[in-house]
């Protein structure tokens, strides 16, 4: 059982280029979630999809896209990139939407990008 | 909109007890959690409580909710160095998504 499976893991790019992360869960999950994690600013989110065929910007969406591309995947966009989009960037999912008996988030592993 | 606060790091001797504290503004909140995050690695959560609950212990964890403070607090009993980690407190209000704190690194010493 995977669970929620990130990819690139790192990832290197220059100011100006574009890239998408893939995010894949495989617990039938409804939401998935995208996070930022910087040094002392805690986890921060992106976008959200409640459910498949819906996204909903978070706290920090600017400079990113997302699309839910099945109720699996979601993966998160950078058009341009900048060196303020140096980051961790995590997954998560987590069961039933609104009604999700406790809310627990499933993390993937992270994908460490730096833009330079 | 919700905020969580927690310090940001606590250092303490294999053996002792840490006590990982957090205030949460979202008076509707349902559930609160405790995130832990090794090196190299995602969140897990590592315990939660529900909103009409005071307290939860599981094995040489302590989970203390003061409601009236919005005041969470997490013990570990007999911190070992395998406990170091960052730990994140979160809540979840009036969306189902939860807020996190910016985590408290813990630092056990041998």
Not at chain 1, 17 to 44: F, K
Not at chain 1, 84 to 112: D, H, I, K, M, P
Not at chain 2, 1 to 22: A, M, P, T
Request: proline share 3%; with cysteine; glycine share 10%.
């Amino acid at each position: 059982n995977a669970g929620v499976t990130q990819t690139p893991k790192f990832q290197v790019l220059k100011t100006g280029q574009s890239m998408t992360l893939q995010c894949a869960q495989d617990m039938n999950h409804n939401s998935m979630y995208w996070y930022r994690q910087d040094p002392g600013m805690g986890l921060r989110l992106i976008y959200y999809s409640a459910s498949e065929g819906t996204t909903d910007k978070g706290e920090v969406p600017n400079g990113y896209n997302v699309s839910r591309l099945n109720k699996r995947e979601f993966s998160l966009r950078l058009e341009s990139a900048a060196p303020s989009q140096t980051s961790v960037y995590f997954c998560a999912s987590s069961g039933g939407g609104r009604q999700a008996w406790n809310g627990e988030l499933f993390f993937g592993e992270g994908s460490r990008l730096t833009v330079l | 909109g919700e905020d969580v606060e927690q310090s940001l790091f606590l250092s303490v001797r294999e053996g002792d007890s840490s006590v990982i504290n957090c205030t949460y503004t979202d008076s509707s909140s349902t559930y609160l959690y405790w995130y832990k995050q090794e090196p190299g690695a995602g969140l897990q959560l590592l315990t939660y409580i529900f909103s009409n609950m005071d307290m939860k212990q599981d094995q040489r964890l302590t989970v203390l909710l003061n409601k009236k403070d919005k005041h969470l607090s997490l013990r570990i009993a007999d911190t070992q160095t395998g406990d170091s980690a960052i730990y994140f407190c979160a809540s979840s209000g009036g969306s189902y998504i939860p807020t996190f704190g910016r985590g408290t690194s813990l630092i056990v010493h041998p």
